[in-house]
């Protein structure tokens, strides 16, 4: 509730031109963006463009922000449009795959390298699973199990009815 409370006064001033105010919603609201866009779009780079899309759509369109929804859920529906948007785009363009050293960061001599390799694997094989499953549907699951959207919530960022995102939850978990 608390941070309803801080989302709805910030919002305010940020619609009252408060630059503060606007950098403290982003950031906020940043991990979970990008939580989301990663999942749905199913790679970093993709998710990246996603959710600078996502924070650039919430500024321009933060004035007819109307408060019939929560902020969150809002931003949750941003976030979901940008990075369709992408996987649109993401289509349209040739696919090149380059991997790199740099693409791994070094860490420190004392971490627990067999649990951070469980951890990847597992995240890995949540990921190529959620690949596999067809957008509509883990656009829900992603909202609901990453995003931890009830299911009204769901259906308000998806603009469909409570049933409708119950049977693809449903249909994207089996």
Not at 28 to 35: A, E, L, N
Not at 80 to 94: F, G, V
Request: proline letters at 2%.
């Amino acid at each position: 509730m608390a941070g309803q409370l801080d989302d709805h006064a910030l919002v305010v001033a940020a619609q009252g031109g408060d630059r503060g105010a606007m950098d403290r919603l982003l950031r906020q609201h940043y991990d979970r963006v990008y939580s989301v866009c990663r999942r749905i779009t199913g790679n970093e780079s993709d998710a990246a463009d996603a959710a600078q899309e996502a924070l650039m759509a919430i500024v321009r369109g933060l004035s007819r922000f109307d408060g019939r929804s929560s902020f969150a859920t809002w931003v949750y529906r941003v976030a979901t449009n940008a990075s369709l948007d992408e996987l649109r785009r993401r289509r349209r363009r040739p696919v090149l795959s380059i991997v790199g050293d740099d693409d791994h960061a070094h860490e420190p001599a004392d971490v627990d390298h067999a649990d951070i390799a469980g951890r990847l694997g597992d995240r890995l094989a949540v990921e190529a699973a959620l690949l596999g499953v067809p957008e509509e549907f883990r656009v829900a699951v992603v909202l609901r199990d990453v995003a931890d959207l009830d299911y009204a919530e769901i259906a308000e960022v998806l603009d469909v009815p409570v049933g409708t995102v119950k049977s693809r939850i449903a249909r994207g978990r089996a």
